[in-house]
């Protein structure tokens, strides 16, 4: 029976059941910490929404959650784990880095000029993923990659370099960020001439784009994509649910539904000042964790999708890339 890392230990694959690949249960962007005089952390109420959270995707069965929330956006494994022990569901959390255009770039740029960039941000990786997260003991799942609209950066190229490493050697899966759907096949296609194994490998937030000979070129490399931002629909790049779907019933249809997973990015508590969580439900009103359940998996049916391709994209799909498993 393969094993991976949750953060309360290491879990049977056989044990993760249904599984939503890509939310968060904290985020925030890189520079609320400046905010903490209008905004300081309420580690009590983000405790407290963790559990509502976790207690309504578990009313779906869903029994694991990737919390796929990068080092610098604030990562919080041990209330991650809190949360995990007071609920019974699984959680499992990433070591990653986000885009450059939205991440924290100054201190890896900096020792990139005085050192091999690659080099540190793999020692990273590898440190946490074989040892643990600073002084928690809690082992990352996954390692999560971003990269920008319309381009891989120099920058973000530092850490799809490592990260393929670290999975080669320690068989950790890579899952991935891409803004508004772009870059997916040179995401992939870096990953994969840097070693990495494609079953190990999501390219996601691939729903951004729906163009379906695109999305086509993304899955002949045999890597698994992600149908990963349902309910996030409205903006400026990002498509409506409907487009999605249509997309998604396609490439089903088509025999794809082995490569597929299926979630929606959804953020459960915004780090910083109050207000963002309002405006968003304001703008984007399906967005919500149980979107997916609520809204989108009803159509099924209509279009002719079975159970049991559901069951392949929400329980067999995730089993197999996070644990390596058949």
């Given at each position: 029976?393969?094993?991976?890392?949750?953060?309360?230990?290491?879990?049977?694959?056989?044990?993760?059941?249904?599984?939503?690949?890509?939310?968060?249960?904290?985020?925030?962007?890189?520079?609320?910490?400046?905010?903490?005089?209008?905004?300081?952390?309420?580690?009590?109420?983000?405790?407290?929404?963790?559990?509502?959270?976790?207690?309504?995707?578990?009313?779906?069965?869903?029994?694991?959650?990737?919390?796929?929330?990068?080092?610098?956006?604030?990562?919080?494994?041990?209330?991650?784990?809190?949360?995990?022990?007071?609920?019974?569901?699984?959680?499992?959390?990433?070591?990653?880095?986000?885009?450059?255009?939205?991440?924290?770039?100054?201190?890896?740029?900096?020792?990139?000029?005085?050192?091999?960039?690659?080099?540190?941000?793999?020692?990273?990786?590898?440190?946490?993923?074989?040892?643990?997260?600073?002084?928690?003991?809690?082992?990352?799942?996954?390692?999560?990659?971003?990269?920008?609209?319309?381009?891989?950066?120099?920058?973000?190229?530092?850490?799809?370099?490592?990260?393929?490493?670290?999975?080669?050697?320690?068989?950790i899966p890579i899952l991935t960020h891409t803004e508004e759907g772009t870059q997916g096949p040179e995401q992939a296609e870096l990953l994969l001439g840097e070693g990495a194994d494609p079953g190990r490998v999501l390219i996601g937030h691939i729903c951004g784009n729906t163009d379906i000979d695109y999305l086509m070129r993304v899955l002949e490399t045999g890597v698994f994509i992600g149908f990963d931002r349902l309910g996030i629909e409205g903006l400026v790049g990002t498509p409506l649910d409907s487009r999605r779907e249509a997309c998604l019933i396609g490439l089903i249809g088509l025999g794809y539904a082995p490569?597929?997973?299926?979630?929606?990015?959804?953020?459960?508590?915004?780090?910083?000042?109050?207000?963002?969580?309002?405006?968003?439900?304001?703008?984007?009103?399906?967005?919500?964790?149980?979107?997916?359940?609520?809204?989108?998996?009803?159509?099924?049916?209509?279009?002719?999708?079975?159970?049991?391709?559901?069951?392949?994209?929400?329980?067999?799909?995730?089993?197999?890339?996070?644990?390596?498993?058949?």
């Amino acid at each position: 029976m393969k094993i991976l890392n949750t953060v309360t230990g290491p879990v049977a694959s056989d044990r993760l059941g249904k599984t939503l690949i890509h939310e968060h249960f904290v985020f925030g962007y890189p520079g609320w910490e400046g905010d903490l005089t209008l905004g300081p952390f309420d580690r009590e109420a983000c405790f407290r929404a963790g559990l509502e959270m976790a207690g309504k995707v578990q009313a779906h069965g869903v029994q694991t959650v990737v919390d796929a929330t990068p080092n610098e956006t604030g990562r919080n494994p041990l209330l991650l784990k809190e949360i995990s022990e007071k609920t019974g569901l699984n959680i499992v959390c990433a070591s990653g880095y986000y885009s450059e255009a939205e991440g924290a770039t100054p201190y890896f740029k900096l020792r990139s000029k005085f050192g091999d960039g690659v080099q540190q941000v793999y020692e990273m990786f590898k440190k946490e993923v074989a040892e643990g997260i600073g002084t928690t003991g809690i082992r990352p799942g996954v390692l999560k990659l971003a990269s920008s609209k319309g381009e891989i950066t120099d920058y973000e190229r530092m850490f799809f370099k490592a990260a393929a490493r670290v999975s080669r050697e320690e068989g950790i899966p890579i899952l991935t960020h891409t803004e508004e759907g772009t870059q997916g096949p040179e995401q992939a296609e870096l990953l994969l001439g840097e070693g990495a194994d494609p079953g190990r490998v999501l390219i996601g937030h691939i729903c951004g784009n729906t163009d379906i000979d695109y999305l086509m070129r993304v899955l002949e490399t045999g890597v698994f994509i992600g149908f990963d931002r349902l309910g996030i629909e409205g903006l400026v790049g990002t498509p409506l649910d409907s487009r999605r779907e249509a997309c998604l019933i396609g490439l089903i249809g088509l025999g794809y539904a082995p490569q597929i997973l299926l979630s929606q990015d959804w953020v459960n508590h915004w780090l910083g000042r109050p207000g963002v969580a309002d405006i968003v439900s304001m703008v984007m009103p399906n967005w919500k964790p149980t979107h997916l359940f609520d809204d989108v998996l009803p159509v099924r049916e209509k279009a002719g999708i079975t159970a049991g391709q559901i069951e392949t994209m929400l329980v067999d799909n995730p089993r197999r890339f996070l644990s390596g498993g058949a």
